[in-house]
């Protein structure tokens, strides 16, 4: 828990450092994603205008999946802008912990990558892009021929030019 005393608070404030369980998160664990490392935070506390300013940085260490190559690797986890403000209250202790937990899960990136220029895998064969060139030379699928007489968007393309006035003229792609 992510706790301080407000009592003694005063406008230059407190300075707070330490580490919790990686628990605090309640990230469930699963073969993509597993955090065990500890949340590290250093906040700043002091009184504003009738209430808190909590602002500061928080990290952790998650383990997690290559979204392109499989590969597991490590992946560190910073919000260094931590920025709140609570109204003053009448408890002697503030608990921060949810807004903490709340900007470190905001910090997870939504694909995770090995690194920049990850090649990932083969979509045919399976093989690891990034150590070795591939056998089959698979290309990017190409795209099935569309019949530009047949194609469903000429209807709307018919509407548009009723409403302009014009007359229906089929233009022919070579």
């Not at 369980?21 to 250093?42: D, F, G, H, Q, T």
């Amino acid at each position: 828990m992510i706790k301080f005393s407000i009592l003694g608070l005063d406008r230059d404030g407190i300075d707070i450092d330490g580490s919790e369980p990686s628990s605090i998160l309640e990230v469930e664990e699963s073969e993509l994603l597993s955090c065990k490392s500890p949340v590290e935070y250093n906040i700043h506390a002091a009184l504003v205008n009738n209430g808190i300013l909590v602002t500061g940085k928080a990290s952790t260490e998650i383990k997690v999946e290559c979204g392109r190559c499989l590969k597991k690797f490590k992946y560190k986890v910073k919000s260094s802008d931590i920025c709140h403000f609570y109204e003053k209250q009448r408890a002697q202790e503030l608990d921060i912990t949810s807004d903490i937990r709340e900007d470190i899960l905001i910090a997870f990136p939504t694909n995770y990558l090995c690194k920049k220029n990850c090649k990932g895998l083969c979509h045919k064969c399976g093989i690891d892009l990034n150590k070795s060139e591939c056998s089959c030379q698979a290309g990017p699928e190409p795209l099935p021929e569309i019949d530009e007489e047949e194609s469903p968007w000429n209807e709307l393309d018919k509407l548009d030019l009723k409403a302009s006035g014009k007359k229906n003229k089929t233009v022919k792609k070579r």
